[in-house]
């Protein structure tokens, strides 16, 4: 591949200090080493300094949870960008409406997602590359721990292209590391679809065949590559990759992933456990242990601030305290109300109901405010329906966790990335996309799971739903909107994003999601500081030019 990567000006020494100084976790991947002993040439020429630099990526890969962009919008953003959200206030939500992030210049909510995502996943995607580059040509390392390095390292420049592909289209990938030599090249072109996909499924071939089943919890595994590598058959049309990949991160006997038993298990404590195939980790008071971030805030309701305090403290049990920014929307909820008997929506990815915790009405339900039960419905009033959203609509649990702080909007929590009930649905849809074999078994374990009726057939759409029931705010819903197409993906936003008539402040105005929608949102613009990187003609992407 011919190419060189365009952030050519980052200053590569500055990378190496943030690398040796940051952590995923001090006391389970990296000894620390005397600071005399950190310059570039240990780094890339010692096994100890590059397995601190693989130890680097996964900071680098935390940074946009932890990184305080508009109240730490960029662990949220995803969701409230897809179809299952109302986002009711905020710059989050300003985006996620559609109101902001929608011109290259001009708009402050592009440069937050360039801060965000493209420049934070070009970062990591280069700082991959040199640890790959240096860890292929370094002396007096055992192929094994030479291979480890450079499968961990594939893993997240795979992982951080797909993620800009996926966003932004028009991008631009490398194999090259940043030299003196080529520092100033100007890129004249964007990447082709069969490059970017060939360096993807090379890297993570690569990935999967030196990574093992069994890691340290926090690292990326065999599993999560073959993950990965099967959302990226899909989103590429390669459904019988996809299987094969999904498959077998379920049914290998060497793989030590199933689904844990039960909704309430799968948010609960630190989330290591056989369904988890890759967690970002943060821990308290440890060097190294994550900054904070307000992604649990943003889905809880503001159910504490009711009566001043007075007979309502904010609690884990009941999520937290939160300032209720994203909510969960009636498409959504309704999905869920589908079967009384799922189980999701009952205290475990959802909380539905709020109960006073102290005073003479302790344990009883708060039912201060009423939402609108029909989209005709002209009671409860607008102020009742505002405030219901504010202060006691649903709430999602999936990253509260049981030693969060309840008097904190800022938490340190552990954050579930991927896990195997979205394998189990990307193997139900590549099956029945490609009409080979029975998707229904892999489908159907999610429900029985959750304890909703089983399916005897199974549509496209019906996957598209479970994928919503289940998977909900976990930051994967706007791509799998996308790789669906833009005919589902315009349906989808045109009809349930937002919440409608539902959510009158916002109905048939300015502030409607459903009618801000338009169709090239479905690739989002690039910052034009960032497109002033390269050459006149570099594309930016359809429908945002000037």
């Known amino acids: 591949m011919n190419t060189k990567h365009f952030y050519k000006r980052t200053a590569a020494c500055l990378l190496v200090f943030i690398a040796l100084f940051t952590t995923v976790s001090c006391e389970e991947f990296l000894e620390e080493q005397p600071s005399t002993l950190i310059d570039s040439g240990y780094v890339y020429n010692t096994e100890a300094g590059l397995q601190a630099g693989v130890v680097s990526l996964y900071n680098f890969n935390r940074d946009r949870y932890d990184i305080n962009e508009q109240d730490y919008m960029g662990g949220v953003i995803l969701s409230a960008l897809a179809d299952l959200s109302l986002t009711r206030s905020g710059y989050a939500g300003n985006i996620g409406r559609y109101t902001r992030n929608i011109a290259p210049s001009g708009d402050l909510g592009a440069q937050f997602m360039s801060r965000l995502f493209w420049k934070n996943y070009y970062k990591i995607a280069s700082k991959a590359t040199d640890i790959i580059n240096a860890a292929e040509v370094v002396k007096g390392v055992s192929e094994a721990s030479r291979n ?87 989103t590429e049309g390669n459904w019988a990759e996809a299987k094969a990949q999904a498959l077998d991160v379920i049914e290998n006997p060497n793989s030590p992933h199933k689904l844990v038993p039960t909704t309430a298990d799968v948010f609960k404590g630190d989330r290591n456990h056989s369904e988890q195939l890759f967690v970002i980790q943060a821990k308290d008071d440890v060097l190294g242990g994550g900054g904070a971030n307000m992604v649990n805030a943003y889905y809880t309701a503001q159910y504490f601030q009711l009566d001043g305090g007075a007979e309502v403290d904010s609690d884990i049990s009941q999520g937290g305290r939160g300032f209720a920014r994203i909510r969960p929307n009636r498409y959504l909820l309704g999905l869920l109300e589908q079967d009384p008997n799922d189980t999701r929506d009952d205290d475990t990815y959802f909380r539905l109901k709020y109960y006073y915790n102290k005073g003479p009405r302790s344990g009883q339900q708060i039912t201060a405010f009423r939402r609108r039960e029909t989209s005709t419905s002209t009671t409860p009033s607008a102020s009742e329906v505002n405030n219901y959203y504010r202060f006691i609509s649903p709430s999602c649990l999936k990253f509260a966790q049981e030693d969060d702080d309840p008097n904190s909007y800022t938490q340190r929590s552990n954050i579930m990335v991927y896990r195997l009930a979205e394998t189990y649905l990307i193997a139900a849809e590549a099956i029945l996309r490609s009409g080979s074999g029975d998707p229904l078994p892999y489908f159907n374990a999610i429900r029985k799971r959750a304890k909703a009726a089983e399916f005897t057939s199974l549509t496209l759409q019906d996957i598209l739903d479970e994928n919503a029931r289940e998977l909900a705010f976990e930051g994967q819903r706007w791509f799998t909107l996308k790789r669906f197409g833009q005919e589902v993906m315009n349906y989808q936003m045109r009809t349930y994003s937002g919440d409608g008539p539902y959510y009158p402040t916002y109905y048939n105005g300015a502030q409607d999601s459903r009618l801000n929608w338009k169709d090239h949102y479905i690739n989002m613009p690039i910052f034009q500081d960032d497109i002033d990187l390269f050459g006149p003609n570099y594309p930016q992407n359809d429908g945002y030019n000037n």
């Open 148 to 234: 480890q390095i450079i499968a961990e390292a594939k893993f997240f420049r795979a992982e951080a292209y797909f993620m800009l592909y996926r966003m932004y289209n028009n991008i631009y990938v490398t194999t090259e590391s940043v030299t003196v030599d080529n520092a100033f090249i100007v890129i004249q072109d964007k990447s082709s679809k069969e490059e970017i996909y060939a360096l993807l499924n090379s890297d993570l071939s690569f990935a999967i065949e030196h990574l093992d089943w069994n890691v340290t919890f926090g690292r990326v595994s065999k599993g999560t590559a073959k993950h990965v590598k099967a959302v990226v058959a899909m």
